[in-house]
């Protein structure tokens, strides 16, 4: 039995492996790991949240992004600040990293044309190379039964259009009935 509090982490595993019963796991990190060996063979948690914490070693095992994609804008950070603020908005723009801020506009723009909150089992990975931004998403039923893969390419000065087209991919395969709320 294996916990996690993530309605697409919970579709990706059960698609991967159908014998394992996920149950919904809350509370912050040291309550979910006291959950481990009482009650729960493992749990599935950020990594990031636990190497951040100092817990890198408590990790067993990192699963892989070809069968488990992350959430849409996971590990990205940003900062904000306002337009008229030029001394403010210099001092920052050496952290920009143009290829990450195209790839996280491409899967935050897909969430929104998938009409999919943060709760729903939707799954987005961009990545850009050379000018070329591939978006990879993953829409899944939270009981693993039905789990949508698809992958958009196209140029990465156009996020949401690469977006948009990977939505309408995955909406045209069946994807509307696998989002909670989302009308046909």
Known sequence: MVGTGSERRSAQIRAFRSDIRVVPLRGNIGTRLKRVGS??????IAAAAMLRMGWGDRITEFLPVDSFLPA???GALAVETTASNRDMTDLL???DEWAVRQS???ERALLKELGGGC???IAALGRVDEGIL???AML???????????????SAET?????ERLARRLLSLGGADLIPGRSQ
Not at 140 to 154: F, N, Y
Not at 159 to 163: R, S
């Open 39 to 44: 009650g729960l063979d493992g749990i599935v």
């Open 72 to 74: 849409a804008g996971q």
């Open 134 to 136: 591939e978006l990879e």
């Open 119 to 121: 709760r729903a089992p």
């Open 104 to 106: 996280v506009q491409a």
């Open 140 to 154: 899944g039923a939270s009981d693993g039964s039905r789990v949508l893969r698809a992958v958009e390419q196209g």
């Open 159 to 163: 996020p949401e259009a690469v977006a």
């Open 93 to 95: 723009s050496p952290l």
